[in-house]
């Protein structure tokens, strides 16, 4: 079983040391010490304990260290930044198992991404040697990248020559869409197994500029103190404290979250309980609350159980998410985020629970959301809702079966399509998207059913025959096709860099991971490192 959960001074492999207004992350990656055996991770090379490790730190920063305007993220190997994911570690592991060790770094490298875009951090990729596949893939992620001159060093995205699969973390999106890269030098550099140095390196726009090794670190310094704002500000940060989770053969017990995971029937029961009182006020309460403030403990707590069932739980297909609480304290919730958004720890919760429900969205498992007695799906839980394949809206005029909007249903919490959730789901007609959040009254199942917001609204006799039904129809289905279905089905409008990579690459990936020609027996992935060659199966399709 993976634990997604570790702490700074249990890191293997990253050091986080933090000066002032300045943090540097530094790669020292411990060959021997690997999530699983058979390889070693050579070379700054990382599995996914690596990136854990990483994930984690960046997620402090954003809520203990709330003074850092700059990182900086280097290595402690000599000559080497960063080798990219394990390709022996690749080649020995299930096709799912590659498949959300992708995904998970791809979500790491964004939350980087969302840190610069609404945080104000400044990423600096200081490559004191080669960067290759997902180690350059780590430094796009960067906002500048410098890499040191000293005769030998190059980054590269060697994955379609050598190994006969994709850059895996967004390398290719990145070259093209973020840092503008012509496609014809992108597509060069793409297919050159070696790499490129540094003068034509910049020439081509992959990094920002190069240093002699004599006056790397002068450079790289110099760059943090001209970032505007680097001076510290005083802020102080809150403790992310380990969370406390009751592991169970049949599930995991949170202090809100509660995962049921039925194997035999292949669905899980995820229930999110609303805050017992009503939830504090004030940014000075919010503060002395620390992480165990609601919204930020029961979101990090729904993360957890998210990335569990992803990798721990591969079996289970269906996840039948529920609510249970107090509609009123959940809207509380709402009303004291939007009332103190410009606050920085305000801003970091709410940032926080945007990357979890995309989290959610990016989930390869079917999602039914159930309203019934007791539910509250209502303002940033009613996400969950919206967030949902298909949602079941009890209609029963003698039980009181609400959902509400809140403010943050209108824009704090977007999908990776850059929507809002109800703006995805009225794509074609928008002006109910804007009625729905102008209305302040709560929609029972008849209401949300003639507006459409739900998707069916069974009465009282047909309730529990409706449910498991649809249970087992959705189980007995191929999970191959319902994570295509749902993956083309999720992000409707407007495609940006974060739909590109997890929609368009990663179902290329899914699908060449499986290919011969990269997994097969005379594959370029089975091969890599070995004295026998690659055999392509040269068929376009």
Same mark, same amino acid.
């Given at each position: 079983?993976?634990?997604?959960?570790?702490?700074?001074?249990?890191?293997?492999h990253?050091?986080?040391?933090?000066?002032?207004?300045?943090?540097? =992350?530094?790669?020292d990656?411990?060959?021997?010490?690997t999530?699983?055996?058979?390889?070693?991770? %050579?070379?700054?090379?990382?599995? *996914?304990?690596?990136?854990?490790?990483?994930?984690?730190?960046?997620?402090? *920063?954003?809520?203990?260290?709330?003074?850092?305007?700059?990182?900086?993220?280097?290595?402690?190997?000599?000559?080497?930044?960063?080798?990219?994911?394990?390709i022996?570690?690749?080649?020995?592991?299930?096709? &799912?198992?590659?498949?959300?060790?992708? %995904?998970?770094?791809?979500?790491?490298?964004?939350a980087?991404?969302?840190?610069?875009?609404?945080s104000?951090?400044?990423?600096?990729?200081?490559?004191?040697? /080669? $960067?290759?596949?997902?180690?350059?893939?780590?430094?796009?992620?960067?906002?500048?990248?410098?890499?040191?001159?000293?005769?030998?060093?190059? !980054?590269?995205?060697?994955?379609?020559?050598?190994l006969?699969? =994709?850059?895996?973390?967004?390398?290719?999106?990145?070259?093209v869409?973020?840092?503008?890269?012509?496609?014809?030098?992108?597509?060069?550099?793409? /297919?050159?197994?070696?790499?490129?140095?540094?003068?034509?390196?910049?020439?081509?726009?992959?990094?920002?500029?190069?240093?002699?090794?004599? %006056?790397?670190?002068?450079?790289i310094d110099?760059?943090?103190?001209?970032?505007?704002?680097?001076?510290?500000?005083?802020?102080?940060?809150?403790?992310?404290?380990?969370?406390?989770?009751?592991?169970?053969?049949?599930?995991?017990?949170?202090?809100?979250?509660?995962? !049921?995971?039925?194997?035999?029937?292949?669905?899980?029961?995820?229930?999110?309980?609303?805050?017992?009182?009503?939830?504090?006020?004030?940014?000075?309460?919010?503060?002395?609350a620390?992480?165990?403030?609601?919204?930020?403990?029961?979101?990090?707590?729904?993360?957890?159980?998210?990335?569990?069932?992803?990798?721990?739980?591969?079996?289970?297909?269906?996840?039948?998410?529920?609510?249970?609480?107090? !509609?009123?304290?959940?809207?509380?919730?709402?009303?004291?985020?939007a009332?103190?958004?410009?606050?920085? =720890?305000?801003?970091?919760?709410?940032?926080?629970?945007?990357?979890?429900?995309?989290? =959610?969205?990016? /989930?390869?498992? @079917?999602?039914?959301?159930?309203?019934?007695?007791?539910?509250?799906?209502?303002?940033?839980?009613?996400?969950?809702?919206?967030?949902?394949?298909?949602?079941?809206?009890?209609?029963?005029?003698? $039980?009181?079966?609400?959902?509400?909007?809140?403010?943050?249903?209108a824009?704090?919490?977007?999908?990776?399509n850059?929507?809002?959730?109800?703006?995805?789901?009225?794509l074609?007609?928008?002006?109910? &998207?804007?009625?729905?959040?102008a209305r302040?009254?709560?929609?029972?199942?008849?209401?949300?059913? &003639?507006?459409?917001?739900?998707?069916?609204?069974?009465?009282? *006799?047909?309730?529990?025959?409706?449910?498991?039904?649809?249970?087992?129809?959705?189980?007995?289905? @191929?999970?191959?096709?319902?994570?295509?279905?749902? &993956?083309?089905?999720?992000?409707?409008?407007?495609?940006?860099?974060?739909?590109?990579?997890?929609?368009?690459?990663?179902?290329?990936?899914?699908?060449?991971?499986?290919?011969?020609? $990269?997994?097969?027996?005379?594959?370029?992935?089975?091969?890599?490192? %070995?004295?026998?060659?690659?055999?392509?199966?040269?068929?376009?399709?």
């Amino acid at each position: 079983m993976i634990n997604f959960e570790t702490l700074p001074d249990q890191y293997k492999h990253w050091k986080l040391s933090i000066a002032g207004p300045v943090a540097t =992350l530094t790669m020292d990656v411990q060959e021997d010490v690997t999530l699983a055996e058979g390889y070693k991770l %050579k070379l700054n090379s990382y599995d *996914l304990g690596v990136d854990i490790e990483l994930a984690d730190a960046i997620q402090r *920063l954003r809520f203990e260290q709330p003074q850092v305007k700059a990182v900086v993220l280097t290595s402690l190997k000599p000559r080497i930044f960063c080798a990219g994911a394990n390709i022996y570690m690749l080649g020995t592991s299930s096709h &799912a198992f590659k498949v959300n060790f992708c %995904k998970f770094t791809n979500e790491t490298r964004c939350a980087i991404e969302d840190d610069s875009r609404h945080s104000g951090r400044r990423y600096i990729a200081a490559l004191n040697g /080669t $960067a290759s596949g997902g180690g350059y893939e780590l430094a796009i992620a960067c906002d500048e990248i410098y890499l040191v001159d000293d005769g030998n060093s190059a !980054i590269s995205l060697p994955e379609v020559p050598l190994l006969g699969v =994709l850059p895996g973390t967004g390398g290719l999106t990145r070259l093209v869409d973020k840092r503008k890269v012509r496609r014809d030098r992108a597509d060069v550099f793409s /297919t050159l197994a070696e790499g490129l140095k540094g003068k034509r390196a910049k020439e081509w726009g992959l990094i920002d500029d190069y240093f002699p090794t004599s %006056k790397f670190q002068e450079s790289i310094d110099a760059r943090v103190g001209e970032i505007e704002g680097i001076q510290a500000d005083g802020l102080a940060g809150i403790k992310l404290n380990p969370l406390q989770v009751e592991v169970k053969p049949s599930g995991r017990q949170y202090k809100y979250v509660n995962l !049921i995971l039925n194997r035999e029937q292949r669905y899980a029961d995820l229930t999110v309980s609303s805050p017992e009182v009503a939830p504090q006020k004030t940014v000075a309460e919010i503060e002395l609350a620390g992480d165990s403030y609601w919204p930020l403990q029961a979101y990090r707590e729904l993360d957890d159980a998210l990335l569990h069932l992803r990798v721990n739980e591969p079996e289970i297909g269906l996840v039948c998410l529920r609510t249970q609480g107090e !509609i009123s304290n959940v809207m509380a919730v709402d009303q004291t985020l939007a009332a103190n958004h410009d606050h920085w =720890l305000v801003r970091e919760i709410v940032l926080n629970m945007a990357r979890v429900l995309r989290r =959610l969205d990016l /989930t390869a498992k @079917s999602f039914f959301s159930i309203i019934e007695p007791g539910s509250c799906f209502a303002g940033n839980l009613l996400e969950l809702m919206l967030a949902s394949d298909r949602s079941y809206m009890l209609n029963d005029p003698e $039980a009181l079966v609400e959902i509400k909007t809140s403010q943050l249903n209108a824009g704090a919490l977007p999908m990776s399509n850059g929507l809002t959730r109800l703006q995805s789901r009225f794509l074609a007609e928008p002006e109910k &998207a804007a009625a729905v959040l102008a209305r302040t009254e709560a929609f029972d199942a008849a209401e949300a059913d &003639a507006v459409g917001l739900i998707t069916f609204a069974p009465d009282d *006799l047909d309730w529990e025959d409706e449910i498991r039904v649809a249970i087992e129809e959705r189980t007995s289905l @191929s999970p191959d096709a319902l994570t295509g279905m749902e &993956a083309s089905l999720r992000f409707a409008g407007p495609e940006t860099m974060d739909t590109k990579i997890y929609g368009r690459l990663t179902a290329w990936q899914n699908w060449i991971f499986q290919r011969p020609n $990269a997994v097969g027996p005379e594959g370029a992935l089975t091969n890599y490192g %070995k004295p026998t060659q690659a055999h392509f199966d040269f068929k376009r399709t």
